[in-house]
């Protein structure tokens, strides 16, 4: 398989690290090599969060600017500001809810017009997927399994190098059992979201 570099990025409490844990497991299990890095921001709950995934020949789990295949976004304003790891032809799939920070809600900043992000986004790909992940994971019957949502669109693109059923079978095996439905129709939802 060619080497696929995925860049996530969010804040904290979105559930990026156990997302980053199912697809370093998919790689597993379909027998690729993976290395991945993470790194937590100032604070657990809110602070920003990135992980770094690449699956198959890399020495270094760090993606450079430019160097991205793929960025997978739990917040819009973190996806927009991971672009520049991106190329003209990398994957962007982002949740559009944003996550306000204490910044703004205090009043000391603002939050910027979440169509002007899109529309950079759109700019800088054009293989964007925008994904009410918040009213899927409603939808679903938990919204906490909005990270599931966007984990069911990455395997939903047909490009993706794993088998989407591989990758739902890693969900269902990580989440605690009481959990499998709801997370298996967060899943599917979010899979039905790509149309590479």
């Known amino acids: ?3 696929v570099g995925i860049e996530m990025v969010g804040v904290g409490g979105q559930g990026i690290l156990l997302a980053s844990q199912i697809i370093g ?3 597993i299990r379909q027998g690729e090599k993976v290395v991945m890095s993470e790194v937590h921001g100032m604070a657990q709950r809110g602070g920003v969060v990135t992980c770094s995934v690449r699956i198959g020949d890399a020495t270094s789990p760090l993606i450079g600017n430019g160097e991205a295949d793929i960025i997978l976004g739990f917040e ?3 996806t927009y500001r991971a672009l520049a790891k991106g190329h ?3 994957w962007v799939i ?3 809810n944003p996550i306000i920070p204490f910044t703004v809600s205090s009043g000391n900043q603002t939050y910027p017009e979440l169509e002007h992000v899109f529309e950079q986004m759109r700019g800088a790909t054009d293989k964007l997927v925008l994904v009410d992940a918040l009213q ?3 939808d679903a019957g938990a919204e906490i399994t909005a990270n599931v949502v966007l984990i069911g669109a990455l395997a939903g693109c047909k490009s993706f190098p794993f088998e989407m059923e591989l990758m739902k079978k890693v969900v269902l095996d990580t989440v605690p059992v009481k959990f499998k439905d709801v997370n298996a129709r967060a899943f599917e939802l979010g899979a039905d979201s790509c149309s590479f």
Do not use: H, I, R
Request: charged content about 35%.
């Open 1 to 3: 398989m060619d080497p």
């Open 136 to 138: 899927k994971a409603k």
């Open 94 to 96: 982002t949740s559009t």
């Open 88 to 90: 003209d032809g990398t």
């Open 76 to 78: 819009p304003v973190e």
């Open 25 to 27: 497991e998919a790689a």
